[in-house]
C-alpha cells in the first residue's frame, strides 16, 4: 500500500513514462528503456580516498548490515542493508560519499592531475568537486563555484566532512564568473567543469524515494527551452575561462537534445577553437550524442559525445560533452 501511495505521488510531480515517446526515435532498444524506468534507483557509494580506502571501509560498513558489490569505476560500490546510509559514523566521518554511478563520470574526462587549477561551475552540493580532489590527492586548486546562497551550507559541509584542503568556494552566476583576478591579470584554468542545471529528465524512475521526488519538477517544454538558454550562456563562460590547451567537460541529468547537443552545438559555432574529444569511459556501456534533432543538424563530431541511459548503466539517465581549446 506504501509502496503504492509512492508511486502515485512521484507520477504526480514527475514526468510520466510516456513523456519520454518524445525521444523513443533516439534512444536504442527503447522498449527496454521504458522498463528500466519501472525499477527504483540503486543505491550507490564512492569511498573517499582521501581519509580510507575499499579494505577499510566495507568491514565496517558490514558491521552496520551494509553489504557493498563494486562497480566498474575505481572506488564506487553498490550497496544494500544500510537502513540509514547518511546517518552512520563513517559516513560523518568522510569515509564515503553518496553519489550515483553516473554522477562520478564527468570528472573522469577532465584528464586530472595533481597541480592544475580548476573549477566546477556549478558545484553544490559537491560530490564532483569532492570527487575531483580526491583524484587530484588534494594538490590541485579547485574554485567550487555556486550561485545559490542556500545551497552554499551544504557545498561547504561536504568539503570539510570529506577531507578536502584545496578549494575555494565562490558565490558567482556561472555565465557571469569573473574573467580577471583584482590585479586585473586574465582568470584561467587548465580544466573546467560544467555539470549543467537541467530539467533533470535522467532522475526519473516510477518508484522514487522522497530525496529523489524532492529535486523533480513537472516536465514542460518551456522548461527545457528556458534552461538551454542558460545552459548556452554558461558552457561559452566556461570555455572563456580555459586556458589554451585545456578541457572543458559538459554534463546535464537530461535526455533532451535542446539541453545537450544543441548546447554544444552552440558552443563550436561560437568559439572556432573549440573541438569535441571521444568521451568513452572503459567498462561503461554508453551510446553516442546524436547528430540531427527535429530538422536541425549537429556536427559529425557529436557522436564523441556520450549519452547514459538506465537500461544500459542502472543508473541517472546522462548526457557528457568532452570539449580541447586549441593551443
Known amino acids: 500500500m506504501a509502496e503504492i501511495s509512492l508511486r502515485r505521488e512521484a507520477e504526480s510531480k514527475v514526468p510520466w513514462a510516456g513523456h519520454f515517446d518524445l525521444y523513443a526515435e533516439i534512444i536504442p532498444d527503447y522498449d527496454d528503456f521504458k522498463e528500466a524506468l519501472k525499477r527504483e534507483h540503486p543505491s550507490h557509494l564512492r569511498v573517499n580516498l582521501l ?69 566546477d561551475l556549478c ?13 587530484t ?7 567550487a563555484n555556486e550561485l545559490k546562497r542556500r545551497r552554499l551550507g551544504i557545498l561547504k559541509y561536504h568539503i570539510e566532512r570529506l577531507g578536502v584542503l584545496s578549494t575555494l568556494i565562490t558565490n558567482y552566476q556561472a555565465q557571469n564568473f569573473p574573467m580577471r583576478l583584482p590585479d586585473g591579470r586574465p582568470l584561467r584554468f587548465d580544466r573546467v567543469l560544467l555539470d549543467a542545471p537541467c530539467t533533470g529528465e535522467g532522475r526519473h524512475r516510477e518508484v522514487m524515494r522522497e530525496q529523489e521526488m524532492e529535486l523533480m519538477q513537472p516536465w514542460r517544454p518551456e522548461s527545457s527551452l528556458r534552461m538551454s538558454g542558460y545552459q548556452k550562456q554558461m558552457i561559452l563562460r566556461g570555455f572563456d575561462l580555459l586556458s589554451e590547451g585545456g578541457i ?45 534533432w527535429e530538422g ?10 556520450i549519452r547514459i541511459y538506465p537500461h544500459y548503466l542502472d543508473s541517472w539517465g546522462f548526457f557528457i560533452a568532452k570539449i580541447r581549446k586549441a593551443c
Open 248 to 292: 572543458l567537460v559538459y554534463s546535464t541529468c537530461t535526455y533532451s537534445p535542446i539541453e545537450n547537443e544543441a548546447v554544444i552545438q552552440h558552443l563550436l559555432d561560437n568559439r572556432e577553437t573549440a573541438s569535441i574529444e571521444e568521451a568513452g569511459i572503459e567498462g561503461i556501456k554508453t551510446t553516442p550524442g546524436i547528430t540531427c
Open 51 to 119: 581519509k580510507t580506502t575499499p579494505d577499510s571501509l566495507i568491514p565496517r560498513l558490514r558491521k552496520w548490515g551494509g553489504r557493498l558489490t563494486p562497480l566498474p569505476i575505481k572506488g564506487a560500490y553498490s550497496f544494500t542493508g544500510l537502513e540509514r546510509p547518511g546517518a552512520t559514523l563513517e559516513y560523518f566521518l568522510g569515509h564515503y560519499h553518496l553519489q550515483g554511478l553516473s554522477s562520478m563520470l564527468p570528472p573522469l574526462l577532465l584528464d586530472l592531475a595533481p597541480g592544475q587549477k580548476i573549477i
Open 123 to 135: 558545484a553544490s552540493p559537491g560530490s564532483k568537486t569532492t570527487q575531483i580532489a580526491a583524484l
Open 137 to 143: 590527492g588534494n594538490r590541485a586548486l579547485i574554485v
Open 296 to 305: 536541425k543538424e549537429f556536427a559529425a563530431d557529436m557522436k564523441k559525445t
